[in-house]
């Protein structure tokens, strides 16, 4: 789909480079590091992430940070809905480092099905080159570099969803 489409239906900046994060907002998930790499890139970058997800309750133990963050959040949305905020975005971000998160996050191989590279520590489980995917990041230190770099370098990242179907179709 078309970036600048979405964007303008989502009241997005059109020269800002936006991740993506979809879920719920609490530690265990990373998004207290998303938010520091947010916080640490987005005077020196014209960056943002677009917040998908996350309730007012207490397992989402972030929800005041996300929501006072200045990023653009627009709460839980149908499954429908949700290819206007993947389009939207440049990369998916899930810098998941906890060892009780484990396996393949859905959201972002949906990302992958928009062609949207991504950012994750989880690509490592995958049994096959996932260069064209996006990158890894190895741990909490690295993450605000490799963030770097994938905001200077998503566009280089043109066969996702090509290569997702190819390796990760379940047919």
Not at 133 to 158: P, S, V
Request: glycine share 4%.
């Amino acid at each position: 789909s078309d970036k600048k489409v979405a964007r303008e239906k989502l009241n997005l900046d059109p020269d800002t480079v936006y991740a993506i994060y979809v879920g719920s907002f609490y530690r265990l998930k990373s998004v207290d590091i998303i938010l520091d790499i947010y916080k640490a890139l987005k005077q020196k970058h014209k960056f943002s992430v677009i917040f998908v997800g996350g309730e007012h309750n207490e397992s989402n133990d972030l929800y005041n940070e996300v929501i006072n963050s200045g990023c653009p959040w627009y709460g839980r949305q149908e499954y429908k809905d949700m290819l206007d905020f993947f389009n939207a975005a440049d990369f998916y971000i899930h810098p998941a480092f906890n060892p009780l998160f484990g396996g393949l996050d859905v959201t972002w191989l949906e990302a992958l099905a928009c062609n949207i590279p991504v950012l994750s520590p989880q690509l490592e489980y995958l049994d096959f080159d996932y260069s064209e995917l996006g990158i890894t990041i190895k741990n909490q230190e690295e993450a605000l570099k490799t963030t770097e770099f994938m905001i200077k370098n998503h566009m280089k990242f043109t066969k996702c969803r090509e290569v997702a179907i190819e390796q990760l179709d379940a047919n």
